[in-house]
């Protein structure tokens, strides 16, 4: 739901590996262009449930949410959740707070929208500065761990101010202590780990 520039990235993932989708979008011109290259697609609000259901969510395994209306989207999850319940529903997030919304809502999968690109090019900045690839990569890593972890310990917390400005502090230190703590034994250990993967003697 939703064919712009992150639904797009979703769907041509997915059918480069032969998994069918069916596209939904408001956009007519959007609609009418993905028709031409031989795509599933409806037109319309895919918030609503007869939308839905005429694009096949009873027999769908899965539904990602791509659109950028932040209201339509949790009203999407919560509909999809009520009358589709065998869905796996994945959902965009414009920001942290959407994310909580969305996850209050139901949804399976909170991707933030700009969290991975920020973080390919934060590996870059790392790599730019003198860090070889292994420890940038493990470095990067380390960072969406602690804060994917980070968010689902926020959500518990989320809506009581005070508790959650602690918890955002605790969470900064945690994240401090983690990387200071990484010690070369364990960068050593994952740089043969990296240099197996791609096939390099190490």
């Not at 791509?66 to 997030?93: E, G, T, Y």
């Not at 602690?146 to 945690?174: M, P, S, T």
Request: hydrophobic share 40%; glycine share 8%; proline share 0%.
């Amino acid at each position: 739901a939703g064919y712009g520039r992150f639904g797009q990235i979703v769907s041509r993932l997915l059918n480069a590996d032969g998994i069918k989708t069916t596209l939904l979008d408001h956009d007519s011109s959007q609609i009418e262009l993905t028709g031409r290259f031989g795509y599933k697609v409806f037109y319309g609000d895919a918030s609503r449930v007869q939308l839905l259901q005429a694009a096949g969510a009873d027999e769908a395994k899965l539904l990602v949410i791509a659109i950028d209306q932040r209201d339509k989207a949790v009203q999407m999850v919560k509909a999809a959740r009520q009358f589709f319940p065998q869905l796996s529903i994945l959902a965009r997030a414009y920001d942290r707070s959407h994310a909580y919304r969305l996850m209050e809502a139901g949804a399976d999968v909170i991707t933030r929208e700009t969290f991975g690109s920020a973080l390919i090019m934060g590996e870059e900045a790392l790599k730019r500065l003198g860090y070889d690839d292994a420890r940038a990569y493990r470095l990067m890593r380390t960072f969406k761990w602690h804060d994917e972890e980070g968010l689902r310990k926020l959500y518990e917390v989320w809506g009581d101010d005070h508790a959650y400005g602690l918890r955002v502090r605790q969470n900064v230190e945690e994240l401090e202590k983690v990387l200071k703590d990484d010690s070369e034994e364990s960068v050593e250990d994952f740089r043969e780990a990296w240099n197996r993967l791609r096939g390099i003697e190490a």
